[in-house]
């Protein structure tokens, strides 16, 4: 095994040596001492190193993430959990108050790892919140499941557990682009809260994203502008600007009822949608007192909106 000072070199090269030195200690850490239900990813130091040399994110190499006070497992080439999204998952649990008399059935679209769901079931009190997770990608579906467990949440093979007195979690496999979508058994509207990070970026910017993110991310889950035949009404700028879900969702909660009456629908939004999303969501959503709040950087992150 190469000595540690060899790797410190090979890593400072690729990165520079600040970020080495801490990378290099985390690794060390996640070998000797892995958070509980995580396999590690790699059974040694110089395996690290060589797949984060070669660009992996260091996220898949340590094979967790931590989402607020949640450690969550990430494996390619399930997105990781961005800070701006955990950032808005906070404040969203702190603005509003379910309680286990007045419980939330929330739906989160296009779910990934199950970070939005998930936090908000801990976060939330017992019996207050049963949460529908969304995505096409099996191994998005895998992933949140694990995860469900990995934090203490129980996880029902139907969203059918209103009465449950613990926060619950339903992950399901579908196509929200799917013609059949909102008709399909597996939804239980109207929803409380329907919360969304979906794939926002257009085929330009994607193009130019650094390698570490192309080669290890799956595509769908970052490429906003894929055809759909839903997008028909949808004016053909819109889909070059990475809008395609956003037309998507806002047309499944307004024409399909799945937001109640006094619910709170919450998208993520990339750098300069949200004004545009605001815009989509008022005229196809139905909803009305639009927010938009920004991100610890100062950049307009979500639109939240209220029906
Ligand atoms: C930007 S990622 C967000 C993941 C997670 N919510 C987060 O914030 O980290 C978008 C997710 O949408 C899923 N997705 C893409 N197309 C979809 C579709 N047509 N129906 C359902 N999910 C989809 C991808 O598999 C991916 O997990």
Known sequence: MPVVRTLLSQLSRAIGRQSALSELRWMQQALSNPPPGISPACRSLDEMVARRVRGEPL????????F???????RPPVLIPRPETEDWTLRLADSLTPSPATPFRTLDLCTGTGCIPLLLCHLWPPGSTHATAIDISPDAIQLATENAARCGISTHAHAHASTH???????????????????????E?????ITSNPPYIPQAEYD???????????????????????ASGMPS??????????HRIAA?????????????????????????VAAIVQAKAGVDKIDVWKDPWGKERVVVARR
């Open 237 to 246: 700028q819109d889909r070059a600007k990475g809008l395609t879900f956003y």
């Open 189 to 193: 509207p109207p929803y409380d809260l």
């Open 68 to 74: 607020g006070p949640l450690d969550l497992a990430v």
């Open 208 to 230: 130019v994203l650094p390698a570490s993110v192309k080669d290890h991310e799956d595509i769908r889950a970052l490429l906003g502008d894929t055809p759909s035949p839903l």
């Open 165 to 187: 007195p613990e926060n619950t979690f339903t992950p399901i496999l579908a196509d929200l682009m799917h013609l059949d979508f909102a008709n399909q058994a597996l939804l």
């Open 252 to 276: 499944l909660v307004g024409e399909h009822g799945l937001l109640r009456a006094g619910g709170t629908l919450a998208l993520e939004v990339g750098q300069g949608q949200a004004r545009e």
């Open 59 to 66: 996220q898949y190499i340590l094979g967790s993430q931590p």
